[in-house]
């Protein structure tokens, strides 16, 4: 989609494998991930939470806001603030990430 100024925004179902592994601990394993593609970004994995360790979750106060995709939510684990995020009421053009976690550090494969 095109966006103000140059900006684009891509999302696309993947059916890559993603692992989040923090300390030794799977925080999140899918192989369905929504792969969001944004200029000046690097490729951002959102995860179903059926897929996400959410017990090992802990909502934070911090949130961001961007202008193409609404207002995030963070999450932290331990040893780890905000490592998590997600976007519980996107614009609606990025609609298929809501709910879904992003996390900083993931693995591919």
């Not at 994995?45 to 193409?68: A, G, I, K, M, N």
Request: with cysteine.
């Amino acid at each position: 989609m095109d966006m103000t100024s140059g900006h684009r925004i891509s999302i696309e179902q993947g059916s890559q494998r993603v692992r989040v592994v923090k300390d030794g601990q799977v925080l999140a394993e899918s192989t369905r991930p929504v792969v969001l593609r944004e200029t000046g970004c690097p490729v951002r994995y959102y995860l179903p939470p059926e897929d996400v360790r959410v017990d090992l979750l802990t909502r934070s106060q911090t949130s961001t806001h961007c202008p193409f995709k609404g207002d995030a939510a963070y999450w932290s684990v331990a040893g780890a603030d905000d490592l998590v995020w997600a976007y519980p009421d996107p614009k609606p053009e990025v609609a298929e990430i809501k709910d879904h976690f992003c996390f900083y550090d993931t693995e591919l494969g």
